[in-house]
């Protein structure tokens, strides 16, 4: 019973990689020792991470040696798709997670390691920002959850969740219109609404690990089974990924209006 409620409560989460009908599997697919723990995921996420970084340094390198965008334009494409398909994997099907989640962190790390080379060939220096801004936020959200200052309440939750839908429709949106010639303008313009639009994006973006915080940890609390470590490890790193992409894209712009 308590594994149930553990894995019911992962469907309110916000972020779109925790899915309660990818916790919906028989109890009597697992034995009973074969439980999920704290530091399982916590130590799958930074194996993910570095899978992720070590990729990425490739197609970094492979870029400022050849200086030409195109020469990773095709690792970038490959790695958008393959990551795309792993997480849609990794969602549907959770008890592959062992599998799909690092496949993921080393294609996703492909696609990531040249945007950071574009923006950084840009922009001197962004990179790095980016890296210890969201790194500094992750411990400032683990410090504000673990002290209580931020509890992710039903409310929040719910306020969270149709944020976050939100803004994935208004990028959809955006998207589609792209094919036509035309956008939502202020997305990408780095005027003072455009600079805002990025803001509160990253505030949901960041406020979306603390839900990310709290599932795991009852989770674990509660016993669900063992491949949620790397199902909970690969959803956090789904977070920290948009939330570095935001915080780029957010630098970005400040940077253009100098």
């Avoid at 494409?77 to 990794?90: E, H, K, P, R, V």
């Avoid at 990531?112 to 500094?136: C, H, K, N, P, R």
């Avoid at 973006?205 to 063992?226: M, R, S, W, Y």
């Amino acid at each position: 019973m308590a594994r149930h409620r553990a894995l019911e409560m992962f469907g309110r989460s916000g972020n779109p990689a925790f899915k309660s009908k990818a916790f919906t599997h028989r109890s009597s697919d697992f034995s009973t020792d074969e439980v999920m723990t704290l530091s399982g995921a916590v130590n799958k996420t930074g194996l993910y991470l570095f899978l992720c970084v070590l990729s990425g340094s490739w197609t970094w390198n492979i870029f400022f040696n050849s200086g030409d965008p195109s020469s990773v334009t095709g690792l970038m494409i490959f790695g958008l798709i393959g990551g795309f398909i792993a997480a849609m994997f990794t969602i549907f099907k959770p008890t592959v997670a062992n599998i799909s989640a690092p496949i993921y962190a080393l294609l996703q790390g492909l696609a990531i390691g040249g945007i950071s080379a574009m923006y950084e060939s840009a922009f001197d220096g962004i990179v790095m920002q980016a890296v210890a801004l969201t790194f500094g936020t992750l411990a400032a959200l683990l410090l504000a959850y673990k002290s209580g200052l931020i509890k992710p309440t039903e409310n929040f939750r719910l306020m969270l969740f149709a944020a976050t839908g939100g803004i994935f429709v208004l990028y959809l949106v955006s998207f589609v219109m792209s094919f036509f010639g035309s956008s939502i303008g202020f997305i990408h313009s780095n005027s003072l609404m455009g600079i805002g639009f990025s803001l509160v994006v990253v505030a949901v973006a960041a406020l979306n690990l603390v839900l990310d915080f709290d599932f795991i940890e009852q989770a674990a609390e509660q016993g669900a089974p063992k491949y949620l470590e790397a199902y909970g490890a690969f959803s956090l790193m789904v977070t920290l990924i948009w939330l570095y992409l935001e915080i780029l894209r957010l630098l970005s712009k400040l940077y253009s209006r100098n």
